[in-house]
Each structure stands twice: as structure tokens, then as C-alpha cells.
């Protein structure tokens, strides 16, 4: 029996005692807000630069707890252009700014000779994490 009020995904990964509205890549953070610097863009990588402890790499709840500090710490470094922003503002922005960086890459991709077609959408690519679902029965 499922009890009458879920956990939330904070106290899940015993993280918060408060809930987590909104997912917050950030991938998608650093890429529009630090565009110009140089380098890798995985979390691990992004740990490194925002001094965030990544203990238990490619651990679904040690990668979670990573994010979120990392979250946390570009919350800090960029508190001018993100504190304005309402969670609900921030992932409007990330998917437009996720969607832009995808239309870019296909116009690199057509003006070098390819027709790879990017996706647009964010925070999820179902084709991608559950394939079955994108097919026709």
C-alpha cells in the first residue's frame, strides 16, 4: 500500500525536508550562463569547476545530490541574472535555452553537409529514455 503522501524527492535522496518543485539542469544553466568558457560539460566536470564533492559517480541518488549542489552553486555564482527568477521562470528558460542550442547545432550540422535533425525538447527525450513508448503498436 502506497502511503497517502509521498516523500518528497528531497527527503528521498535525504537531500531537504522541503519538496522539489522543478528540475534544474545544470548542463543547461551553465551552458547559456558561462557560454564562452572553455571545456567539458559533464557533471563530473562541472563538479570540478563549482568545487562541488561528486562522491559515487554514476549513482542515480549520488549524481542527484551532486546536481543539486551544483544547482545551488551556479545559484550563488549567478545569483544577479537567476535571483529574479521564480522555479517555474528558470525551467521556462532552460527548455527555450535547451531548444535555441539544438536549432544551432542543426544549422552547423546543415551547413557542414549533414541533415542530423536535433531534439528540442527538455528535460525529457522519451525516444531516447524509453524507446517502446515512441513506437507505433
Known amino acids: 500500500?502506497?502511503?497517502?503522501?509521498?516523500?518528497?524527492?528531497?527527503?528521498?535522496?535525504?537531500?531537504?525536508?522541503?519538496?522539489?518543485?522543478?528540475?534544474?539542469g545544470p548542463r543547461d544553466i551553465d551552458e547559456h550562463l558561462d557560454r564562452y568558457r572553455k571545456g567539458r560539460r559533464t557533471l563530473a566536470d562541472l563538479?570540478?569547476?563549482?568545487?562541488?564533492?561528486?562522491?559515487?559517480?554514476?549513482d542515480a541518488a549520488a549524481d542527484a545530490a551532486a546536481a543539486l549542489e551544483v544547482v545551488r552553486a551556479m545559484g550563488r555564482r549567478f545569483a544577479?541574472?537567476?535571483?529574479?527568477?521564480?522555479?517555474a521562470q528558470l525551467r521556462a528558460r532552460q527548455a527555450l535555452w535547451c531548444a535555441t542550442r539544438a536549432r544551432n547545432l542543426e544549422a552547423w550540422f546543415a551547413r557542414n553537409g549533414s541533415?542530423?535533425?536535433?531534439?528540442l525538447k527538455w528535460p525529457l527525450r522519451l525516444c531516447f529514455l524509453w524507446p517502446w513508448l515512441s513506437r507505433a503498436t
Open 115 to 119: 541533415s542530423d535533425p536535433c531534439d
Open 1 to 24: 500500500m502506497l502511503p497517502a503522501t509521498p516523500p518528497s524527492a528531497g527527503r528521498a535522496f535525504g537531500l531537504s525536508a522541503r519538496p522539489v518543485a522543478v528540475p534544474h
Open 47 to 58: 563538479c570540478a569547476h563549482d568545487d562541488v564533492k561528486l562522491v559515487g559517480a554514476h
Open 80 to 87: 544577479t541574472r537567476l535571483g529574479p527568477l521564480s522555479p
